[in-house]
């Protein structure tokens, strides 16, 4: 291998913001901004969703598919009154 041409790996610091939670990973991630976190400062980055805030990690996608189903299945056989 080649010296000096691969990125540095080391851990960083990324915030979900959504959830509010902080994930120590691995990662060659290039970023200026630091945090401290459990007494160490780490390289930080934010991030939108992370499996502590996506629907299919959380089961909340499978809730609002369930409510839908039984939505549909409560009007196609609903009582149909007179007028």
Same mark, same amino acid.
């Given at each position: 291998?080649?010296?000096n041409?691969?990125?540095? #790996?080391?851990?960083?610091?990324?915030?979900?913001? !959504?959830s509010?939670? =902080?994930?120590?990973?691995?990662?060659?991630? /290039?970023? $200026?901004?630091?945090?401290?976190?459990?007494?160490?400062?780490?390289? #930080?980055?934010?991030?939108?969703?992370?499996?502590? !805030?996506?629907?299919? =990690?959380?089961?909340?996608?499978?809730?609002? /598919?369930? $409510?839908?189903?039984?939505?549909?299945?409560?009007?196609?056989?609903?009582?149909?009154?007179?007028?």
């Amino acid at each position: 291998m080649k010296p000096n041409i691969h990125p540095k #790996y080391r851990d960083v610091l990324f915030h979900d913001t !959504s959830s509010d939670t =902080y994930i120590v990973i691995g990662s060659t991630l /290039q970023t $200026e901004r630091t945090a401290e976190y459990q007494g160490k400062t780490y390289p #930080y980055m934010t991030i939108d969703v992370s499996s502590a !805030s996506h629907p299919f =990690y959380t089961g909340k996608q499978r809730e609002a /598919q369930s $409510e839908g189903r039984i939505a549909r299945f409560r009007n196609r056989y609903k009582r149909r009154e007179m007028q």
